[in-house]
């Protein structure tokens, strides 16, 4: 049976990159995963299992997070985090705030972090529909 274009937008609306994300990770052996900005967890929860370490971090309770082992939550927004946080990151997901001040605000306090030469920063949310 063959799903319809729509069927295909739902099925896909929160994980459409979560593939990519698993092969960057066995590519490029990530050992630290942050996302900034978890909200239902449908990407975090994804990638947590394959890395060394996952940190998930936004302003609401993240309930959907599923706890293993490997996996940190930081309940604090992006900007009081930054001064704060001092650990070395493989792979950054900004999916925070999607305003363009505080994507930038977000890129700029966390790229600092990200492993220089082998590290990744994803974006989500950056082609506006609007101005």
């Known amino acids: 049976m063959n799903k319809s274009f729509e069927e295909l937008k ?11 994300f698993k092969e960057i990770i066995k590519l490029f052996e990530i050992e630290v995963y942050v996302e900034l900005g978890v909200r239902k967890s449908y990407t975090f929860n994804q990638i947590a299992p ?16 599923k706890l ?3 996996v940190k939550k930081i309940i604090m927004n992006t900007n009081d985090l930054a001064k704060i946080w001092n650990e070395e990151i493989d792979f950054l997901f900004i999916d925070a705030c999607h305003e363009k001040d505080q994507v930038l605000r977000d890129f ?12 990744i920063i994803a974006m989500h949310d950056t082609h506006p529909i609007d101005d």
């Open 68 to 70: 293993l082992p490997n």
């Open 10 to 20: 739902k099925l896909y609306k929160n994980t459409e990159f979560v593939d990519l």
């Open 108 to 119: 700029d306090n966390f790229s600092k972090f990200v492993k220089e030469g082998t590290g």
């Open 50 to 65: 394959l890395v060394k370490k996952a940190v998930a971090v936004d302003i609401d309770s993240m309930s959907n997070v």
